[in-house]
């Protein structure tokens, strides 16, 4: 079974540079969601997905776009870069109400 | 409000001694509780979780964690540490029921000492 399934694994942008994180799941999952991982800070919920065509804000939006045009996948763009992006981004899905998520491997993201 | 707070940034055991990982969560309503784990360069995997049934949940690779509403804690335990067992962990809640967003933890690291 796949699961979620991320690409890329590493990336270096330059600052100001465009790129979409794309992030798949086979589930049949309703919800998906994007999270940035940043040292002692846990996890934070970049953007989250509720259904095909339904996509909202979490804690940390800004500077990043999403869209969800099929259930399966759920990309992440980065419109311009910026150091402060530099993170590890997980994508996950999950099927409410009150079951667990399931996390992809990870991107690496540098942006110099 | 909901929020986790995990109470060590770092827990520090010999191989073959007991776990305790502390987790307090604050939630208006009926939450649903995880506990994640995430090995270097990995991603997460769940290790166990409470939605409002047995309140002591018992989860993969021997770790089990008690849900105590009158604490509001839901600390993470395992009577005998392995090596594999150092990684870093993931207090989770779910707020309540049908709740779209999970609120995570800062993390505990756990170093398990030969």
């Known amino acids: 079974n796949a699961g979620v399934t991320q690409t890329p694994k590493f990336q270096v942008l330059k600052t100001g540079q465009s790129m979409t994180l794309q992030c798949a799941q086979d589930?049949?999952?309703?919800?998906m969601s994007w999270y940035r991982q940043d040292p002692g800070m846990g996890l934070r919920l970049i953007h989250y997905?509720?259904?095909?065509?339904?996509?909202d804000q979490g804690e940390v939006p800004n500077g990043y776009n999403v869209s969800r045009s099929t259930t399966e996948d759920f990309p992440l763009r980065l419109l311009s870069a910026a150091p402060s992006q530099t993170s590890v981004y997980f994508c996950?899905?999950?099927?409410?109400?009150?079951?667990?998520?399931?996390f992809g491997q990870g991107t690496r993201l540098t942006v110099v | 409000a909901q929020s986790v707070t995990q109470l060590d940034s770092h827990v520090s055991v010999s191989e073959g001694t007991p776990v305790l990982l502390r987790c307090n969560y604050s939630?208006?309503?009926?939450?649903?509780l995880f506990w994640y784990v995430q090995h270097p360069n990995k991603g997460l995997q769940l290790l166990l979780k409470?939605?409002?049934?047995?309140?002591l949940v018992k989860g993969i690779n021997g770790f089990e964690a008690e849900f105590k509403k009158s604490e509001t804690s839901f600390h993470l335990t395992k009577p005998s540490a392995h090596m594999s067992d150092a990684a870093e962990y993931f207090c989770?809640?779910?707020?309540?029921?049908?709740?779209?967003?999970?609120?995570f933890g800062t993390g505990t690291r756990l170093t398990v000492i030969p």
């Open positions: 409470y939605t409002s049934a047995a309140t």
């Open positions: 989770v809640v779910r707020p309540f029921r049908g709740a779209n967003n999970l609120f």
């Open positions: 996950a899905s999950s099927s409410p109400p009150g079951a667990e998520a399931f």
């Open positions: 589930m049949n999952h309703e919800y």
């Open positions: 939630s208006s309503y009926s939450p649903s």
């Open positions: 997905s509720v259904g095909a065509g339904i996509t």
